[in-house]
């Protein structure tokens, strides 16, 4: 009888060791989110009063309560533009290769390894290598193209790596009864392989993005300035070409860096001003990401072989 | 009913258009590799470029000054008018705005990792994973923001005499960043571990917490390995939160307490100024930078055994 006490003692302590762990576990899982929401609550408290119109169409200006984001968020849709026209192309391509084409050999064992690494290093060393490189090297300057292309290169391991996985998750029996009608092997890619794995594609461009919209500090060692108090060039213009590419060589800034500057002042109501645009930028990424997730979701729910 | 004959290009036609299209598969295949290649060239430039300017650098700066003095002042020169090119200060700053992210991170990261895996129900899984994906989307200047407007002040309530610059507060705020990174790399870990190895444990009258600790995270243990190598790595290489919170005086220091600059930092701080092409300064962060890709590739190295020695095969 003692014997079976004694169990019934053990059993309930197991059981007290499993609820304690079970609390412990929803805590620390909770503090992630709750630190989210107390980031993000923060923000919004310290800037949402600021955020108007008026914040977002001016240009930066040595006094705080009439500066604004205009020349910030242009600048970083200028570069967003540059990224996606460079890093998206090139990125599908090296996906497709290493997945379809590339056989089992040194030479795609080395540029795979060479894909995985460059994902983990530091965002700033991008940015002394295209301080190196694309601003004295190749004499591009501290412009608009530089930052794009710079952000491309940080971008390009994620495209490339959802690629794969996207061109992977494609049941061999697609690309098999497309070759059974004679299609050759680009056909096969362009036409069934690549039209089914898009969303996935789009999922992966839409996160790197957004990565790469936050990015500060690539682009504060090529030399981003923090006060612009002009617009480059439109790229569309009202006369003949109509297309100008002057704006790929003008001097920019972007919101993150923007945020940085006034961060960084001594005086509160530039750092009302952070606020206003980290806002900007939070609601950005958190837009791009949400999207990417709820993409994931749905084509994972809708697809079945 | 007219019949109509069949067309069919000639013999010759039909050989060069299979000519056409065969060069034109190649043609595209080609391309397709020069894409691919191109990873690998950025890491040759990257390499090639920090190793370039960081050779000028020791041309003109003894590698033992670099690694041994214990001042860091590029810029300003001290009392006796000299510059110090010590990497000491930098490194010590990295390391423990690190070091206090991941006693942060790593506990809190697995803890979520295992309730994730082992208790939660699959509901909340798909609730709580893309929300804490969602914490590594937010850009690093907003981070910074976080950790020296609204941590930093939290702070000085428990402990008065913390300065408003201070590696501790920068150091939690990049553990609560990399919390995502450990837990969900973790999480995936543990859930390939195949279930009948828990059924055994449970068969033996385990309880879950038991078979959690004792089967599964020994089980999962290097896949778990590369989560926090990848923790250490976003650490040490963390940028906007140190150069907002940490202050900018390079600082020989262990004292989380204390403000200190870190390599990135660094770079940062000097790069906001105009640096004249192939000065002196222009090359000491190359050399600070090649700095930084080392002790990344030490981790990463260390990992990597880490991983073979530890590896489970079921």
């Known amino acids: 009888m003692k014997n079976l006490q004694e169990i019934r003692s053990i059993i309930a302590k197991s059981k007290r060791w499993d609820l304690a762990f079970q609390i412990v576990g929803l805590l620390s899982m909770l503090f992630g989110i709750v630190t989210l929401m107390a980031l993000v609550l923060d923000l919004m408290h310290d800037g949402l009063p600021r955020l108007d119109w008026q914040f977002i169409t001016s240009f930066p200006s ?24 460079t890093s998206i192309p090139v990125g599908i391509a090296a996906g497709i290769y290493l997945e379809e084409y590339a056989k089992k050999g040194w030479l795609s064992d080395f540029i795979e390894i ?20 694309f601003v004295y090297r190749f004499k591009l300057g501290e412009s608009v193209l530089t930052a794009g292309l710079t952000l491309a290169l940080l971008v390009l391991p994620i495209v490339i790596v959802t690629t794969r996985e996207a061109l992977r998750a494609i049941p061999n029996s697609i690309r098999e009864a497309a070759y059974a ?11 069934h392989v690549l039209r089914y794995s898009t969303g996935t594609i789009l999922t992966g461009i839409i996160v790197g993005l957004a990565r790469a919209i936050g990015e500060t500090a690539p682009l504060i060692t090529i030399g981003a300035l923090t006060f612009i108090s002009f617009l480059p060039e439109p790229p569309i213009q009202g ?8 704006w790929l060589l003008a001097p920019f800034t972007v919101l993150p860096i923007q945020m940085f500057d006034w961060v960084s002042r001594p005086q509160e109501e530039f750092q009302v001003n952070a606020a206003a645009a980290g806002i900007a930028l939070v609601l950005m990424t958190l837009a791009m990401n949400g999207v990417a997730i709820f993409l994931r979701y749905r084509l994972r729910k809708n697809i079945k072989w | ?35 691919a290649l191109s990873s690998v060239g950025v890491t040759f430039a990257i390499i090639g470029i920090l190793i370039e300017e960081s050779f000028l650098f020791f041309q003109k700066v003894s590698i033992v000054e670099f690694l041994t003095s214990t001042t860091w002042s590029p810029l300003i020169a001290d009392a006796d008018g000299k510059f110090n090119y010590g990497i000491l200060p930098l490194i010590s700053g990295t390391l423990v705005t690190t070091a206090v992210a991941l006693l942060l991170a790593v506990p809190l990261g697995t803890i979520a990792a295992i309730y994730l895996s082992e208790f939660a129900k ?11 994906e ?4 937010i850009p690093t200047v907003v981070y910074g923001y976080f950790a020296f407007l609204f941590v930093t002040p939290l702070l000085q309530k428990v402990y008065p005499d913390l300065p408003g610059f201070n590696m501790l507060s920068a150091g939690l705020v990049i553990g609560v960043m990399i919390i995502p990174y450990v837990s969900s790399l973790s999480e995936d870990a543990m859930r390939a571990v195949p279930v009948n190895l828990r059924e055994g444990s449970y068969a033996m009258g385990a309880t879950r917490l038991q078979t959690a600790l004792r089967v599964v995270l020994p089980a999962a243990i290097s896949g778990i390995s590369a989560a926090y190598i990848l923790g250490i790595s976003r650490a040490v290489g963390e940028t906007m ?35 004249p092409y192939g000065s002196l300064e222009y090359e000491t962060i190359f050399a600070a930078g090649l700095t930084l890709v080392l002790m990344t590739l030490v981790f990463n190295i260390g990992g990597h055994f880490l991983r073979k020695r530890y590896r489970e095969i079921y």
């Open chain 1, 181 to 191: 009608v004679g299609a050759s092997k680009w056909q096969v890619i362009w036409d």
């Open chain 1, 62 to 85: 040595r006094k705080a309560e009439e500066a604004g984001i205009l020349s910030a968020w242009v600048g970083s849709a200028l570069v967003m533009l540059v990224t996606a026209a």
């Open chain 2, 241 to 275: 939160v140190v150069a907002i919170a940490a202050g900018g005086q390079p600082n020989l220091t262990w004292n989380p307490t204390e403000p200190a600059q870190t390599i990135t930092a660094y770079i940062v701080a000097v790069s906001l100024g105009d640096l």
């Open chain 1, 239 to 246: 006369q003949f070409p109509f297309i100008s590419f002057k």
């Open chain 2, 134 to 137: 969602l914490l590594a989307g």
């Open chain 2, 122 to 132: 699959p509901r909340v899984r798909e609730v709580v994973k893309p929300a804490l």
């Open chain 2, 1 to 35: 009913m007219t019949e109509r004959p069949l067309q069919l290009p000639s013999k010759q036609a039909q050989l060069s258009s299979k000519l056409v299209r065969d060069l034109r598969e190649k043609a595209i295949e080609f391309v397709l590799f020069l894409a």
């Open chain 1, 114 to 133: 060479n894909v995985t690494n460059l994902a983990g290093v530091p965002s700033i060393v991008y940015g002394l290598l295209a301080l190196g490189l």
